[in-house]
């Protein structure tokens, strides 16, 4: 039941999304090339004492809507943009080289950055895939014991982030950011195994330079 809903919230806020592209304020996706849309990430991933991995990803925009508000007087700009992403991590326990794993994942990112850059951020992947990888394991059967090979399991496992971070205009380095993540790993035994784990990180892309913006 969790798995289903987990992967119908996505689905609605994507056809959202799509159906919306004509809403009112300023979107000017459209007119983005595909270098544009798409930004690279590299990030430190782990929990700090026990567990430290690195987590690769990439973003492509879908929407980037502004809006324009007034407060005291003072104009303020705030973007949200809706994104594809994907991920693909390492992860282990150097000390004991237990919880060994990779993992990836798929999902959707919204995102709103204020007029000074600022930035807050909430993704969720409901298409997860974790491979744990275990110590030297053997096993007993008919033929006696025998190691196994490529021990441990695959799980389903879907995932929600919370961040913030800071935008950087202009720079092959877009911006750095701060997550705190959640994974549930399933079946695990006869339930689900939490984790949390934290992200720092840098995004990045290879669109080229605006000549006309540089000679300014």
Request: charged share 25%.
């Amino acid at each position: 039941m969790k798995g289903k809903l987990l992967l119908f919230i996505p689905s609605v806020l994507l056809g959202q999304i799509l159906m919306s592209q004509n809403a009112r304020g300023s979107d000017d996706t459209l007119s983005k090339s595909f270098l544009e849309r798409t930004e690279f990430k590299i990030a430190y991933s782990g929990s700090v004492f026990w567990n430290n991995g690195l987590n690769l990803g990439a973003e492509y925009l879908l929407k980037e809507h502004s809006k324009i508000k007034f407060r005291r007087g003072k104009e303020r700009t705030n973007t949200h943009e809706f994104l594809l992403n994907g991920n693909l991590g390492f992860t282990t326990n150097f000390a004991t080289s237990t919880d060994t794993g990779i993992f990836t994942n798929y999902g959707i990112t919204w995102r709103r950055t204020n007029k000074k850059g600022k930035q807050f951020m909430i993704e969720l992947n409901p298409l997860g895939y974790y491979r744990s990888f275990l110590p030297e394991t053997y096993k007993v059967d008919d033929n006696g014991v025998n190691k196994v090979s490529l021990p441990g399991r695959g799980y389903y496992a879907p995932s929600i982030s919370v961040g913030i971070g800071k935008q950087r205009k202009d720079k092959k380095i877009t911006g750095r950011y701060f997550n705190v993540n959640f994974m549930l790993r399933t079946p695990y035994n006869a339930g689900a195994l939490p984790s949390f784990s934290l992200q720092y990180g840098y995004r990045f892309n290879f669109k080229k330079k605006n000549k006309h913006a540089k000679s300014n």
